[in-house]
């Protein structure tokens, strides 16, 4: 396949992905892991645990820096910024459309309905990327009881990067180096669906430099999910700059959230509410700018990491916490369906659509559970 080809091939899928990409950056992985390494085998299973694993480690968007590594591994540096522009640009599109809205009339249009079932959906994607992650990563018992302890801490609250990089440490000291490496992420941004209307903005003029200065920094020490993301940006916009109120800004983490792509496509929508388009383009460029430079900075070195024999533990461990930190959204995502028997009924359909066609591609049931979601509520 030739070079343009291989581009070409990469815009499409990760445009897609970006289109289709509901359910935060475990689902996300989930689906990139079915797409590169199931369906097109750009990359054995064993270097996407890899990346997943170092992906946690760095800051920024774990699924959006996992697009660029993938399209950097396709097609190098050209297809690491078509990958990364790819899959961020429909969420940022939507979320530019979207803060218009809100500008122009106060509020945002209604479309729960359509998103109620989605993560139902969700549940299944995570579920099968877990299982065959997992077979990949679980390689002894010692591996399996480093997975099994990450599962508990992240039920029990604790902060991802210090699961990770706790039993990562343990792993690389107390292991014989495994066979196998494995990985994905951490907690998907549930849907939000409540969104209140627009608050009264303060009227303070921000140089759109100044604009992008704050949202680089952001992007460059962001560690861990969207919730995350929400004390960041209340300390530094609400609190020291007063750029924004609390209202404002609860509303624009809402539409991070519910638009397909990563979740820091609010920046996007804070940015249009502070300057207009060209705020959001620099708060946009800002947050996603430095997830280009560590994974080019980072992808080319990995596999002279992985020849030493204590990184190489240090990764096995890290993967293997990473898979269980996923299993343990699952978790978190099920016992919450428990309470509705609508979701348990769309992720059920789901699961047995997914059994029955094993080669299923995820966005039909991302489809199915937003159509599936729209006409039970109606019930």
Same mark, same amino acid.
């Given at each position: 396949?030739?070079?343009?080809?291989?581009?070409?091939?990469?815009?499409?899928?990760?445009?897609?992905?970006?289109?289709?990409?509901?359910?935060?950056?475990?689902?996300?992985?989930?689906?990139?892991?079915?797409?590169?390494?199931?369906?097109?085998?750009?990359?054995?299973?064993?270097?996407?645990?890899?990346?997943?694993?170092?992906?946690?480690?760095?800051?920024?968007?774990?699924?959006?820096?996992?697009?660029?590594?993938?399209?950097?591994?396709?097609?190098?540096?050209?297809?690491?910024?078509?990958?990364?522009?790819?899959?961020?640009?429909?969420?940022?599109?939507?979320?530019?459309?979207?803060?218009?809205?809100?500008?122009?009339?106060?509020?945002?249009?209604?479309?729960?309905?359509?998103?109620?079932?989605?993560?139902?959906?969700?549940?299944?994607?995570?579920?099968?990327?877990?299982?065959?992650?997992?077979?990949?990563?679980?390689?002894?018992?010692?591996?399996?009881?480093?997975?099994?302890?990450?599962?508990?801490?992240?039920?029990?609250?604790?902060?991802?990067?210090?699961?990770?990089?706790?039993?990562?440490?343990?792993?690389?000291?107390? $292991?014989? =180096?495994?066979? !196998?490496?494995?990985?994905? /992420?951490?907690? *998907?941004?549930? &849907?939000?669906? %409540?969104?209140?209307? +627009?608050?009264?903005?303060?009227?303070?003029?921000?140089?759109?430099?100044?604009?992008?200065?704050?949202?680089?920094?952001?992007?460059?020490?962001?560690?861990?999910?969207?919730?995350?993301?929400?004390?960041?940006?209340?300390?530094?916009?609400?609190?020291?700059?007063?750029?924004?109120?609390?209202?404002?800004?609860?509303?624009?983490?809402?539409?991070?959230?519910?638009?397909?792509?990563?979740?820091?496509?609010?920046?996007?929508?804070?940015?249009?509410?502070?300057?207009?388009?060209?705020?959001?383009?620099?708060?946009?460029?800002?947050?996603?700018?430095?997830?280009?430079?560590?994974?080019?900075?980072?992808?080319?070195?990995?596999?002279? $990491?992985? =020849?030493?024999? !204590?990184?190489?533990?240090? /990764?096995?461990? *890290?993967?293997? &916490?990473?898979? %269980?930190?996923?299993? +343990?959204?699952?978790?978190?995502?099920?016992?919450?369906?428990?309470?509705?028997?609508?979701?348990?009924?769309?992720?059920?359909?789901?699961?047995?659509?997914?059994?029955?066609?094993?080669?299923?591609?995820?966005?039909?049931?991302?489809?199915?559970?937003?159509?599936?979601?729209?006409?039970?509520?109606?019930?």
């Amino acid at each position: 396949m030739s070079k343009a080809q291989k581009l070409y091939e990469t815009a499409t899928v990760f445009a897609r992905l970006g289109i289709l990409a509901f359910g935060g950056p475990a689902a996300h992985i989930a689906m990139m892991q079915e797409e590169v390494v199931q369906r097109r085998q750009w990359m054995s299973e064993q270097q996407f645990l890899d990346l997943v694993g170092v992906t946690n480690l760095i800051p920024g968007p774990n699924s959006t820096e996992m697009a660029i590594h993938c399209g950097y591994i396709r097609a190098g540096t050209p297809g690491l910024l078509l990958a990364g522009i790819c899959f961020i640009f429909p969420a940022v599109f939507l979320t530019g459309l979207l803060a218009w809205f809100y500008a122009q009339y106060g509020a945002l249009p209604n479309v729960e309905p359509f998103f109620f079932g989605i993560k139902a959906a969700v549940l299944v994607i995570i579920c099968n990327a877990v299982i065959t992650l997992g077979r990949k990563a679980v390689s002894s018992r010692k591996l399996a009881g480093l997975g099994l302890i990450a599962i508990i801490l992240s039920l029990l609250g604790l902060p991802a990067v210090a699961v990770i990089l706790g039993l990562g440490l343990i792993g690389a000291v107390n $292991l014989s =180096r495994p066979k !196998a490496t494995g990985t994905t /992420l951490m907690q *998907v941004a549930p &849907v939000v669906l %409540g969104v209140g209307g +627009a608050a009264t903005l303060p009227t303070i003029a921000v140089s759109t430099t100044h604009l992008f200065l704050v949202f680089l920094k952001i992007g460059a020490v962001l560690f861990g999910s969207g919730y995350v993301l929400v004390a960041f940006l209340n300390d530094e916009l609400v609190h020291k700059l007063g750029w924004l109120t609390s209202q404002v800004l609860m509303d624009s983490i809402a539409i991070g959230q519910f638009t397909p792509g990563p979740v820091l496509s609010t920046a996007t929508f804070i940015g249009y509410q502070i300057a207009g388009i060209e705020g959001a383009a620099a708060a946009t460029l800002g947050i996603f700018l430095p997830s280009f430079f560590f994974v080019l900075l980072l992808n080319p070195v990995l596999p002279y $990491l992985r =020849r030493s024999p !204590a990184v190489s533990r240090f /990764l096995d461990a *890290v993967n293997v &916490v990473s898979v %269980g930190l996923m299993a +343990a959204v699952v978790i978190e995502l099920g016992y919450g369906f428990a309470k509705d028997w609508r979701l348990l009924v769309i992720a059920a359909v789901a699961f047995a659509m997914n059994y029955r066609w094993k080669k299923l591609n995820a966005a039909l049931l991302v489809l199915w559970g937003s159509l599936a979601g729209y006409l039970l509520r109606l019930v």
